[in-house]
């Protein structure tokens, strides 16, 4: 079995900064994408923050570039994404996402973090 564990988040000032952190424990062959999303209300869709591909390529959409940067530790199959600049719209629960692989054979399984809240206010 696998698991995502996020670890970060918070209350902060407009303009400040957060990171999260995601590691992935368990049965692990290779991971490829990893992402980060969030829900910034309850019954709202999950949008993509941030994504990073094996080899390090990142992606982000308009609302998040040039203020968060994800990177990635193949090492302790773990992601971390610094957000900078934050503005009060980028209020919502985080949810970490990976897809991974658990045997050489075996076919890739999206796994999701349990989320972590970040809260934009004065």
């Known amino acids: 079995q696998v698991q995502l564990v996020e670890s970060g988040g918070g209350l902060v000032q407009p303009g400040g900064s957060l990171s999260l952190s995601c590691a992935a424990s368990?049965?692990?062959?290779?991971?490829?994408?990893m992402a980060w999303y969030r829900r910034r209300a309850p019954g709202k869709r999950r949008e993509l923050v941030a994504?990073?591909?094996?080899?390090?390529?990142?992606n982000y959409p308009d609302s998040a570039k040039g203020r968060f940067t994800i990177s990635r530790d193949n090492t302790k199959n773990a992601v971390t994404l610094q957000m900078n600049s934050l503005k009060p719209e980028d209020t919502g629960t985080y949810y970490c996402n990976a897809l991974i692989r658990s045997t050489s054979s075996g076919n890739r399984v999206e796994y999701w973090g349990q989320g972590t809240q970040v809260t934009v206010s004065s």
């Open positions: 994504e990073v591909s094996s080899g390090g390529s990142p």
């Open positions: 368990g049965t692990i062959y290779s991971i490829a994408a």
